[in-house]
Protein backbone atom coordinates (compact mmCIF):
# COMPACT_ATOMS: atom_id res chain seq x y z
CA UNK A 1 0.00 0.00 0.00
CA UNK A 2 1.16 3.30 -1.00
CA UNK A 3 2.30 5.79 1.94
CA UNK A 4 0.25 8.93 2.30
CA UNK A 5 3.59 11.48 2.24
CA UNK A 6 1.40 14.27 3.20
CA UNK A 7 0.20 12.94 6.15
CA UNK A 8 3.51 10.60 7.04
CA UNK A 9 5.20 14.36 6.90
CA UNK A 10 2.33 16.53 9.24
CA UNK A 11 2.09 13.59 11.64
CA UNK A 12 5.93 13.37 12.06
CA UNK A 13 6.79 17.31 11.76
CA UNK A 14 4.14 18.16 14.86
CA UNK A 15 6.07 15.25 16.83
CA UNK A 16 9.51 16.12 16.27
CA UNK A 17 8.66 19.59 16.95
CA UNK A 18 6.47 18.69 20.15
CA UNK A 19 9.08 19.36 22.44
CA UNK A 20 12.67 21.31 23.16
CA UNK A 21 13.95 18.01 24.45
CA UNK A 22 15.73 16.58 21.59
CA UNK A 23 15.74 13.51 22.90
CA UNK A 24 12.35 13.44 23.76
CA UNK A 25 10.93 14.34 20.12
CA UNK A 26 13.27 11.45 18.89
CA UNK A 27 11.51 8.97 20.56
CA UNK A 28 8.10 9.77 19.72
CA UNK A 29 9.10 10.55 15.94
CA UNK A 30 10.96 7.00 16.23
CA UNK A 31 7.50 5.61 17.47
CA UNK A 32 5.40 6.83 14.58
CA UNK A 33 7.74 6.03 11.82
CA UNK A 34 8.62 2.77 12.97
CA UNK A 35 4.69 1.52 11.38
CA UNK A 36 6.38 2.99 7.76
CA UNK A 37 10.08 2.52 8.03
CA UNK A 38 12.67 -0.07 10.04
CA UNK A 39 13.15 1.86 13.54
CA UNK A 40 14.39 -0.12 15.93
CA UNK A 41 17.12 2.80 17.35
CA UNK A 42 17.32 6.61 16.30
CA UNK A 43 20.65 8.93 17.12
CA UNK A 44 21.24 12.81 16.82
CA UNK A 45 25.24 13.65 16.40
CA UNK A 46 26.92 16.56 15.49
CA UNK A 47 30.27 16.81 13.95
CA UNK A 48 32.35 18.42 16.03
CA UNK A 49 36.25 19.65 14.65
CA UNK A 50 37.78 20.55 17.79
CA UNK A 51 37.53 16.95 18.40
CA UNK A 52 38.20 15.27 15.08
CA UNK A 53 34.99 13.34 14.59
CA UNK A 54 31.43 13.01 15.78
CA UNK A 55 29.62 14.00 19.32
CA UNK A 56 26.61 11.85 20.15
CA UNK A 57 24.37 13.79 22.19
CA UNK A 58 20.98 11.89 21.81
CA UNK A 59 19.04 9.06 21.56
CA UNK A 60 15.42 6.99 21.50
CA UNK A 61 14.74 3.05 21.22
CA UNK A 62 11.40 1.40 22.11
CA UNK A 63 12.08 1.33 25.85
CA UNK A 64 12.94 5.68 26.36
CA UNK A 65 15.06 8.06 25.45
CA UNK A 66 18.23 9.85 26.72
CA UNK A 67 20.46 12.32 26.46
CA UNK A 68 23.61 11.30 25.84
CA UNK A 69 27.60 12.45 25.53
CA UNK A 70 29.71 10.05 23.18
CA UNK A 71 32.81 11.24 21.31
CA UNK A 72 33.76 8.65 18.24
CA UNK A 73 36.80 10.22 17.02
CA UNK A 74 37.48 9.46 13.07
CA UNK A 75 40.36 9.25 10.84
CA UNK A 76 41.49 12.33 8.91
CA UNK A 77 40.50 10.89 5.35
CA UNK A 78 37.16 10.72 6.62
CA UNK A 79 37.47 14.22 8.40
CA UNK A 80 38.66 15.36 5.05
CA UNK A 81 35.49 13.46 2.96
CA UNK A 82 33.15 15.45 5.30
CA UNK A 83 34.56 19.18 4.92
CA UNK A 84 34.96 18.84 1.41
CA UNK A 85 31.24 17.57 1.45
CA UNK A 86 31.37 14.14 0.39
CA UNK A 87 29.50 12.53 2.46
CA UNK A 88 26.76 14.99 2.90
CA UNK A 89 24.08 14.26 0.39
CA UNK A 90 20.57 14.51 2.07
CA UNK A 91 20.89 10.93 3.22
CA UNK A 92 22.85 7.90 3.04
CA UNK A 93 21.93 4.15 3.63
CA UNK A 94 24.66 1.73 4.94
CA UNK A 95 22.83 -1.59 4.73
CA UNK A 96 26.14 -3.28 5.39
CA UNK A 97 28.43 -1.34 7.70
CA UNK A 98 30.87 -3.79 7.76
CA UNK A 99 31.52 -2.57 4.10
CA UNK A 100 31.54 0.93 4.56
CA UNK A 101 34.52 3.21 6.54
CA UNK A 102 32.22 5.27 8.48
CA UNK A 103 29.61 2.23 9.27
CA UNK A 104 32.17 0.09 10.67
CA UNK A 105 33.48 2.96 13.04
CA UNK A 106 29.99 3.30 14.09
CA UNK A 107 28.69 0.56 14.60
CA UNK A 108 31.47 -0.71 16.49
CA UNK A 109 31.70 2.10 18.67
CA UNK A 110 28.23 2.38 19.25
CA UNK A 111 27.86 -1.39 20.02
CA UNK A 112 25.57 -2.04 17.34
CA UNK A 113 25.88 -5.46 15.71
CA UNK A 114 24.75 -6.79 12.80
CA UNK A 115 22.36 -3.84 11.63
CA UNK A 116 21.77 -1.55 9.32
CA UNK A 117 21.21 2.49 8.85
CA UNK A 118 20.37 5.36 7.07
CA UNK A 119 22.18 8.53 8.01
CA UNK A 120 20.08 11.50 7.37
CA UNK A 121 22.26 15.00 7.19
CA UNK A 122 20.64 18.05 8.82
CA UNK A 123 21.19 21.71 7.26
CA UNK A 124 19.74 25.08 7.91
CA UNK A 125 20.42 28.20 5.43
CA UNK A 126 23.47 26.14 3.99
CA UNK A 127 25.24 25.69 7.72
CA UNK A 128 25.72 21.78 8.50
CA UNK A 129 24.15 21.30 11.94
CA UNK A 130 23.96 17.11 12.43
CA UNK A 131 23.12 13.74 11.33
CA UNK A 132 19.95 11.25 12.39
CA UNK A 133 21.13 7.93 12.35
CA UNK A 134 18.27 5.40 12.08
CA UNK A 135 19.05 2.16 13.24
CA UNK A 136 17.28 -1.51 12.04
CA UNK A 137 18.29 -4.69 13.29
CA UNK A 138 19.67 -6.65 10.50
CA UNK A 139 21.11 -6.91 7.20
CA UNK A 140 19.75 -4.97 3.91
CA UNK A 141 16.86 -3.36 6.02
CA UNK A 142 16.79 -0.36 4.31
CA UNK A 143 15.35 0.73 0.58
CA UNK A 144 15.80 3.59 -0.90
CA UNK A 145 11.98 4.42 -0.99
CA UNK A 146 12.61 4.21 2.97
CA UNK A 147 15.47 6.78 2.78
CA UNK A 148 13.27 9.27 0.64
CA UNK A 149 10.63 9.04 3.38
CA UNK A 150 12.35 9.36 5.82
CA UNK A 151 14.69 12.43 4.17
CA UNK A 152 11.10 14.26 3.74
CA UNK A 153 12.07 15.07 7.93
CA UNK A 154 15.37 16.76 6.85
CA UNK A 155 13.94 20.30 7.50
CA UNK A 156 11.59 19.52 10.58
CA UNK A 157 14.41 17.88 12.12
CA UNK A 158 17.07 20.51 11.31
CA UNK A 159 14.40 23.06 12.98
CA UNK A 160 13.78 21.36 15.80
CA UNK A 161 17.25 20.47 16.45
CA UNK A 162 18.40 23.94 15.83
CA UNK A 163 15.81 25.41 18.27
CA UNK A 164 16.88 22.74 20.95
CA UNK A 165 20.23 23.24 20.88
CA UNK A 166 19.43 27.24 21.29
CA UNK A 167 17.58 26.41 24.16
CA UNK A 168 20.24 23.93 25.74
CA UNK A 169 22.89 26.91 25.04
CA UNK A 170 20.61 29.56 26.95
CA UNK A 171 19.72 27.02 30.09
CA UNK A 172 23.47 26.31 30.26
CA UNK A 173 24.24 30.16 29.97
CA UNK A 174 21.47 30.88 32.50
CA UNK A 175 23.40 28.39 35.01
CA UNK A 176 26.43 29.44 33.70
CA UNK A 177 25.76 32.67 34.85
CA UNK A 178 23.97 31.54 38.59
CA UNK A 179 27.59 29.66 39.03
CA UNK A 180 29.45 32.18 38.15
CA UNK A 181 27.86 34.94 40.40
CA UNK A 182 27.62 32.10 43.50
CA UNK A 183 31.34 31.40 42.60
CA UNK A 184 32.25 35.29 42.73
CA UNK A 185 30.18 36.27 45.80
CA UNK A 186 30.78 33.71 47.93
CA UNK A 187 34.80 33.14 46.93
CA UNK A 188 36.01 35.44 44.86
CA UNK A 189 34.96 39.28 44.27
CA UNK A 190 37.12 41.38 46.81
CA UNK A 191 35.60 42.20 49.88
CA UNK A 192 35.64 46.64 49.63
CA UNK A 193 35.00 46.61 53.55
CA UNK A 194 38.58 44.91 54.27
CA UNK A 195 40.74 47.11 56.51
CA UNK A 196 44.40 46.87 55.66
CA UNK A 197 45.46 46.53 59.63
CA UNK A 198 49.09 48.75 60.37
CA UNK A 199 48.54 50.93 57.41
CA UNK A 200 49.74 53.86 59.34
CA UNK A 201 52.33 52.09 60.88
CA UNK A 202 54.44 48.58 59.88
CA UNK A 203 52.98 48.68 56.45
CA UNK A 204 53.09 52.44 55.80
CA UNK A 205 55.75 52.10 53.20
CA UNK A 206 53.50 49.34 51.50
CA UNK A 207 50.48 51.15 50.92
CA UNK A 208 52.44 53.97 49.82
CA UNK A 209 53.49 51.94 47.14
CA UNK A 210 49.69 50.52 46.86
CA UNK A 211 49.07 53.90 46.09
CA UNK A 212 51.48 54.78 43.35
CA UNK A 213 50.46 51.58 41.30
CA UNK A 214 46.79 50.79 42.25
CA UNK A 215 45.44 52.79 39.49
CA UNK A 216 47.49 51.96 36.67
CA UNK A 217 47.33 48.41 34.93
CA UNK A 218 50.90 47.12 35.81
CA UNK A 219 51.57 44.03 36.75
CA UNK A 220 52.59 43.61 40.26
CA UNK A 221 55.17 41.06 42.48
CA UNK A 222 54.29 40.82 46.22
CA UNK A 223 56.35 39.41 48.48
CA UNK A 224 56.91 38.62 52.04
CA UNK A 225 56.62 35.27 53.93
CA UNK A 226 54.02 32.89 54.10
CA UNK A 227 51.04 34.35 56.43
CA UNK A 228 52.42 38.20 56.28
CA UNK A 229 49.21 39.27 54.57
CA UNK A 230 49.80 39.24 50.90
CA UNK A 231 46.33 38.33 49.71
CA UNK A 232 45.23 41.02 51.61
CA UNK A 233 47.71 44.18 50.08
CA UNK A 234 46.95 42.34 46.92
CA UNK A 235 42.83 42.74 47.81
CA UNK A 236 43.95 46.51 48.29
CA UNK A 237 45.35 47.12 44.95
CA UNK A 238 42.06 45.71 43.50
CA UNK A 239 39.97 48.31 45.87
CA UNK A 240 41.90 51.43 45.43
CA UNK A 241 42.03 50.66 41.48
CA UNK A 242 39.51 51.35 38.44
CA UNK A 243 38.83 47.73 38.49
CA UNK A 244 37.54 47.86 41.85
CA UNK A 245 34.04 46.69 41.02
CA UNK A 246 35.26 43.96 38.81
CA UNK A 247 36.08 40.25 39.54
CA UNK A 248 38.33 39.89 41.86
CA UNK A 249 40.13 35.66 41.33
CA UNK A 250 42.54 34.66 43.62
CA UNK A 251 44.18 31.47 42.75
CA UNK A 252 46.74 29.33 45.21
CA UNK A 253 49.11 28.03 42.08
CA UNK A 254 50.22 25.53 44.74
CA UNK A 255 47.09 24.21 45.46
CA UNK A 256 46.20 23.13 41.75
CA UNK A 257 47.17 19.72 40.78
CA UNK A 258 49.70 20.18 37.98
CA UNK A 259 47.63 17.65 35.53
CA UNK A 260 44.50 20.58 36.48
CA UNK A 261 46.42 23.69 35.92
CA UNK A 262 45.76 24.70 32.00
CA UNK A 263 42.00 23.89 32.31
CA UNK A 264 41.66 25.30 35.83
CA UNK A 265 43.54 28.64 34.26
CA UNK A 266 42.97 29.06 30.66
CA UNK A 267 39.14 26.74 30.56
CA UNK A 268 38.48 23.84 28.32
CA UNK A 269 36.05 23.42 25.18
CA UNK A 270 33.73 20.49 24.73
CA UNK A 271 35.69 17.13 24.58
CA UNK A 272 38.77 18.51 24.69
CA UNK A 273 39.99 15.35 26.78
CA UNK A 274 37.99 12.59 28.32
CA UNK A 275 35.77 14.10 31.00
CA UNK A 276 35.09 17.52 29.36
CA UNK A 277 31.30 17.39 28.79
CA UNK A 278 30.79 21.02 28.57
CA UNK A 279 33.09 24.23 27.56
CA UNK A 280 34.47 25.42 30.73
CA UNK A 281 35.76 29.15 31.27
CA UNK A 282 39.54 29.67 33.16
CA UNK A 283 39.90 31.28 35.90
CA UNK A 284 41.55 34.30 33.62
CA UNK A 285 38.57 34.25 31.40
CA UNK A 286 36.60 34.67 34.63
CA UNK A 287 38.77 37.44 35.68
CA UNK A 288 38.16 39.86 32.83
CA UNK A 289 37.96 43.33 33.07
CA UNK A 290 38.77 43.14 36.77
CA UNK A 291 42.21 41.43 38.67
CA UNK A 292 44.09 37.80 38.79
CA UNK A 293 45.58 37.68 41.83
CA UNK A 294 48.35 34.56 41.74
CA UNK A 295 49.52 33.45 44.98
CA UNK A 296 52.67 31.15 45.53
CA UNK A 297 53.65 31.54 41.76
CA UNK A 298 56.90 30.44 42.41
CA UNK A 299 54.95 26.68 42.49
CA UNK A 300 53.99 26.84 39.15
CA UNK A 301 55.71 24.24 37.00
CA UNK A 302 58.06 25.66 33.81
CA UNK A 303 55.56 24.74 31.21
CA UNK A 304 52.94 26.72 33.06
CA UNK A 305 55.10 29.62 33.45
CA UNK A 306 55.73 29.81 29.68
CA UNK A 307 51.68 29.64 29.49
CA UNK A 308 51.91 32.86 31.48
CA UNK A 309 54.15 34.46 30.03
CA UNK A 310 52.29 34.48 26.69
CA UNK A 311 49.29 35.78 28.16
CA UNK A 312 51.06 39.01 30.16
CA UNK A 313 52.81 39.71 26.65
CA UNK A 314 49.23 39.67 25.00
CA UNK A 315 46.75 39.29 26.84
CA UNK A 316 45.07 36.68 25.66
CA UNK A 317 44.95 32.64 26.36
CA UNK A 318 43.55 29.66 24.57
CA UNK A 319 41.27 27.03 26.28
CA UNK A 320 42.49 23.51 25.90
CA UNK A 321 41.25 21.77 23.38
CA UNK A 322 40.84 25.31 21.15
CA UNK A 323 42.37 27.20 18.92
CA UNK A 324 41.48 30.31 18.48
CA UNK A 325 43.09 33.00 21.02
CA UNK A 326 40.23 34.53 23.32
CA UNK A 327 41.30 38.76 24.35
CA UNK A 328 41.18 39.58 27.96
CA UNK A 329 41.45 42.83 29.29
CA UNK A 330 43.16 42.13 32.88
CA UNK A 331 45.60 42.59 35.69
CA UNK A 332 47.97 40.24 36.86
CA UNK A 333 49.20 40.55 40.87
CA UNK A 334 51.70 37.77 41.30
CA UNK A 335 52.46 36.90 45.17
CA UNK A 336 55.40 34.37 46.87
CA UNK A 337 57.42 33.98 49.90
CA UNK A 338 60.39 32.03 47.70
CA UNK A 339 63.28 33.94 46.66
CA UNK A 340 62.62 33.85 42.70
CA UNK A 341 66.00 35.35 41.71
CA UNK A 342 67.85 32.15 43.76
CA UNK A 343 65.19 29.89 41.56
CA UNK A 344 66.40 31.60 38.27
CA UNK A 345 69.66 31.13 39.05
CA UNK A 346 69.05 27.33 39.77
CA UNK A 347 67.07 27.33 36.74
CA UNK A 348 63.68 26.79 38.31
CA UNK A 349 61.75 29.96 37.38
CA UNK A 350 62.04 31.33 34.02
CA UNK A 351 64.56 34.40 33.63
CA UNK A 352 62.05 36.47 30.91
CA UNK A 353 59.16 35.60 33.67
CA UNK A 354 60.95 37.04 36.37
CA UNK A 355 61.86 39.96 34.74
CA UNK A 356 58.29 40.16 33.53
CA UNK A 357 56.90 40.19 36.70
CA UNK A 358 59.36 41.97 38.61
CA UNK A 359 58.79 45.49 37.90
CA UNK A 360 57.21 46.97 40.21
CA UNK A 361 57.81 44.39 43.32
CA UNK A 362 56.15 45.31 46.90
CA UNK A 363 57.91 43.68 50.16
CA UNK A 364 55.66 42.76 52.86
CA UNK A 365 57.78 42.92 56.41
CA UNK A 366 57.32 40.09 58.58
CA UNK A 367 55.07 40.89 62.13
CA UNK A 368 57.98 40.43 64.11
CA UNK A 369 59.36 43.09 62.34
CA UNK A 370 56.55 45.42 63.01
CA UNK A 371 55.47 44.32 66.29
CA UNK A 372 53.61 48.53 66.69
CA UNK A 373 50.85 46.86 64.46
CA UNK A 374 50.17 43.33 67.05
CA UNK A 375 48.08 45.19 69.55
CA UNK A 376 45.55 46.67 66.56
CA UNK A 377 45.83 43.25 64.99
CA UNK A 378 44.83 41.50 67.72
CA UNK A 379 41.67 43.37 68.40
CA UNK A 380 40.63 43.22 64.66
CA UNK A 381 40.68 39.46 65.06
CA UNK A 382 39.06 39.43 68.60
CA UNK A 383 36.18 41.14 67.06
CA UNK A 384 36.28 39.56 63.70
CA UNK A 385 36.64 35.89 65.57
CA UNK A 386 34.01 36.75 67.90
CA UNK A 387 31.59 37.65 65.41
CA UNK A 388 32.43 33.96 63.89
CA UNK A 389 31.73 32.33 66.88
CA UNK A 390 28.75 33.88 67.98
CA UNK A 391 30.02 35.88 70.89
CA UNK A 392 27.88 38.71 71.72
CA UNK A 393 29.85 39.88 74.74
CA UNK A 394 33.86 40.95 73.46
CA UNK A 395 36.32 39.73 75.88
CA UNK A 396 39.63 41.26 77.19
CA UNK A 397 42.71 40.98 77.10
CA UNK A 398 44.83 39.48 80.44
CA UNK A 399 47.62 42.79 81.10
CA UNK A 400 50.31 40.14 80.87
CA UNK A 401 49.24 38.11 77.83
CA UNK A 402 50.23 41.23 75.50
CA UNK A 403 53.55 41.36 76.53
CA UNK A 404 53.99 37.73 75.74
CA UNK A 405 52.18 38.41 72.39
CA UNK A 406 54.88 41.40 71.46
CA UNK A 407 57.56 38.97 72.73
CA UNK A 408 56.60 35.79 70.57
CA UNK A 409 58.46 35.67 67.17
CA UNK A 410 55.36 34.65 64.75
CA UNK A 411 56.88 32.63 62.21
CA UNK A 412 53.99 31.49 60.58
CA UNK A 413 53.22 35.94 60.80
CA UNK A 414 49.23 37.60 60.55
CA UNK A 415 48.05 33.99 60.09
CA UNK A 416 49.56 32.67 62.88
CA UNK A 417 48.45 35.40 65.18
CA UNK A 418 44.93 35.14 64.08
CA UNK A 419 44.80 31.31 64.71
CA UNK A 420 45.92 32.11 68.30
CA UNK A 421 43.30 34.28 68.72
CA UNK A 422 40.75 32.17 67.68
CA UNK A 423 42.28 29.05 69.57
CA UNK A 424 42.33 31.54 72.45
CA UNK A 425 38.60 33.02 72.42
CA UNK A 426 37.81 28.92 71.88
CA UNK A 427 38.95 28.03 74.97
CA UNK A 428 38.34 31.31 77.15
CA UNK A 429 34.56 32.62 75.23
CA UNK A 430 34.28 35.01 78.26
CA UNK A 431 37.97 35.96 79.01
CA UNK A 432 40.34 37.17 79.97
CA UNK A 433 42.50 36.09 77.14
CA UNK A 434 45.79 34.46 78.29
CA UNK A 435 47.35 33.08 75.08
CA UNK A 436 48.98 30.76 77.15
CA UNK A 437 49.15 28.25 73.94
CA UNK A 438 51.89 30.70 72.90
CA UNK A 439 54.28 29.68 76.22
CA UNK A 440 53.54 25.70 75.73
CA UNK A 441 54.66 26.84 71.93
CA UNK A 442 57.54 28.24 72.91
CA UNK A 443 58.43 26.44 76.22
CA UNK A 444 59.15 23.20 73.89
CA UNK A 445 57.45 20.94 76.17
CA UNK A 446 59.41 17.79 74.68
CA UNK A 447 57.87 17.97 71.39
CA UNK A 448 58.64 21.32 69.98
CA UNK A 449 60.86 22.80 68.21
CA UNK A 450 63.11 25.06 70.09
CA UNK A 451 62.57 27.59 67.02
CA UNK A 452 63.91 31.30 68.27
CA UNK A 453 67.18 29.75 69.12
CA UNK A 454 67.63 28.48 65.69
CA UNK A 455 66.71 31.19 63.53
CA UNK A 456 70.24 33.32 63.67
CA UNK A 457 71.64 30.43 61.66
CA UNK A 458 68.62 29.11 58.91
CA UNK A 459 67.91 30.66 55.62
CA UNK A 460 63.78 30.94 55.49
CA UNK A 461 63.20 27.76 53.52
CA UNK A 462 64.79 26.01 56.84
CA UNK A 463 62.89 28.33 58.92
CA UNK A 464 59.92 27.37 57.21
CA UNK A 465 60.53 23.65 57.35
CA UNK A 466 61.28 23.91 60.58
CA UNK A 467 57.46 25.48 61.54
CA UNK A 468 55.96 22.92 59.05
CA UNK A 469 57.80 20.00 61.26
CA UNK A 470 57.09 21.23 64.72
CA UNK A 471 53.15 21.87 63.82
CA UNK A 472 53.07 18.20 62.31
CA UNK A 473 55.02 16.87 65.51
CA UNK A 474 51.75 19.06 67.59
CA UNK A 475 49.08 17.25 65.59
CA UNK A 476 51.27 13.42 65.45
CA UNK A 477 51.46 14.05 61.89
CA UNK A 478 48.04 14.75 60.94
CA UNK A 479 47.49 17.16 58.33
CA UNK A 480 43.81 17.29 57.17
CA UNK A 481 40.79 18.24 60.06
CA UNK A 482 40.05 20.27 62.28
CA UNK A 483 43.02 19.68 64.25
CA UNK A 484 45.39 19.32 61.52
CA UNK A 485 48.60 20.57 60.81
CA UNK A 486 46.52 23.01 57.56
CA UNK A 487 44.64 24.69 59.63
CA UNK A 488 46.65 25.65 62.13
CA UNK A 489 48.74 27.25 59.87
CA UNK A 490 46.20 28.09 57.83
CA UNK A 491 46.50 26.68 54.63
CA UNK A 492 44.80 24.52 52.09
CA UNK A 493 46.04 20.49 53.01
CA UNK A 494 47.18 20.31 49.21
CA UNK A 495 49.16 23.40 49.38
CA UNK A 496 50.58 22.12 52.70
CA UNK A 497 51.50 18.72 50.82
CA UNK A 498 52.94 20.44 48.19
CA UNK A 499 55.19 22.78 50.26
CA UNK A 500 56.46 19.92 52.48
CA UNK A 501 57.31 18.02 48.95
CA UNK A 502 59.24 21.08 47.63
CA UNK A 503 61.15 21.33 51.60
CA UNK A 504 61.68 17.47 51.72
CA UNK A 505 59.41 16.84 54.23
CA UNK A 506 57.65 13.20 53.60
CA UNK A 507 54.34 12.18 54.95
CA UNK A 508 53.26 9.24 57.35
CA UNK A 509 54.02 7.76 60.80
CA UNK A 510 58.01 6.93 59.22
CA UNK A 511 57.83 10.91 58.44
CA UNK A 512 56.47 11.85 61.63
CA UNK A 513 58.52 9.17 63.69
CA UNK A 514 61.80 10.95 62.01
CA UNK A 515 60.80 14.28 62.90
CA UNK A 516 60.07 13.60 66.54
CA UNK A 517 63.82 11.91 66.76
CA UNK A 518 65.55 14.61 64.77
CA UNK A 519 63.77 17.22 67.64
CA UNK A 520 64.58 15.15 70.38
CA UNK A 521 68.23 14.82 69.58
CA UNK A 522 68.35 18.60 68.52
Avoid at 302 to 315: F, G, K, P, Y
Wanted: charged content about 25%; proline content about 4%; some cysteine.
Amino acid sequence: MKTDTDFFFRKATLLICSSLDIEVSLWRCREFISKYIPADEIYLNIYEPSIGGLRYIARADEAGCEKMEKNIKLPSDLIKSIESGQRLQDYLIINKPENDPMGRIISSEMNLKNTSFIALRLRIEGHRLGVIDLFAQGKDRFTSEHAKLFSLLKEPFAIAMSNALKHQEVVQLKEQLISDNRYLHNELISKSGDEVIGAGSGLKGVMEKVGQIAHLKNTILILGETGAGKEVIANAIHCYSLRKNQPFIKVNCGAIPENLIDSELFGHEKGAFTGAVSQKRGLFERASKGTIFLDEIGELPSWAQIRLLRVLQTQEIERVGGSPPIKLDIRVIAATHRDLNKMVLQGDFREDLWFRINAFPIHIPALRMRPNDIPMLVEHFIKKKSKELGIHKIPAIAPEALDRLLKHHWPGNVRELENAVERALIQHRSGPLFFNQLMDYEDNGGSAIPLKHKLSSMNLDEIIKACIEQVLSMTNGRINGPKGAAKILGVHPNTLRHRMKKLGINFGKVSLLAILIRHALS
